[in-house]
């Protein structure tokens, strides 16, 4: 088992900055991609970003490339979303997953693989 906890969540304005921070507890936390995903009120979950078990390789949705920035830090137990320059669509709870992938340099961009999830944070963008 895998406990993850999301803060750093909170109201800013549009172009404004904020860094989320997601802390694990639990198994080895360097054996786990890790990925951020954000759900806006009445839709899906949607992939924000994702690292891989050592964070040699990320990825990240073409709505946020260039804006947003993911890192881990294995020694802390922790994975960061560093959200620059944002806008009113960023709106959304943030959500940050874990799961054991096939290779290290592995990440998926979908939700359904990633077996933990933390609990979410707000980030309200206002215009």
């Known amino acids: 088992q895998v406990q993850l906890v999301e803060s750093g969540g909170g109201l800013v304005q549009a172009g404004g900055s904020l860094r989320l921070s997601c802390a694990a507890s639990?198994?080895?936390?360097?054996?786990?991609?890790m990925g951020w995903f954000r759900q806006a009120p009445g839709k899906e979950h949607e992939f924000v970003a994702a690292?891989?078990?050592?964070?040699?390789?990320?990825g990240y949705a073409d709505s946020v490339k260039g804006r947003f920035t993911i890192s881990r830090d294995n020694g802390k137990n922790t994975v960061y979303l560093q959200m620059n320059s944002l806008k009113p669509e960023d709106t959304a709870v943030y959500y940050c997953?874990?799961?054991?992938?096939?290779?290290?340099?592995?990440?998926?961009?979908?939700?359904?693989?990633?077996?933990?999830w933390g609990q979410g944070t707000q980030v309200t963008v206002s215009s």
């Open positions: 997953a874990a799961d054991d992938p096939p290779s290290g340099t592995y990440y998926y961009t979908t939700a359904r693989p990633y077996d933990y």
């Open positions: 639990g198994r080895t936390f360097s054996r786990y991609a």
């Open positions: 690292v891989s078990r050592r964070g040699a390789s990320m």
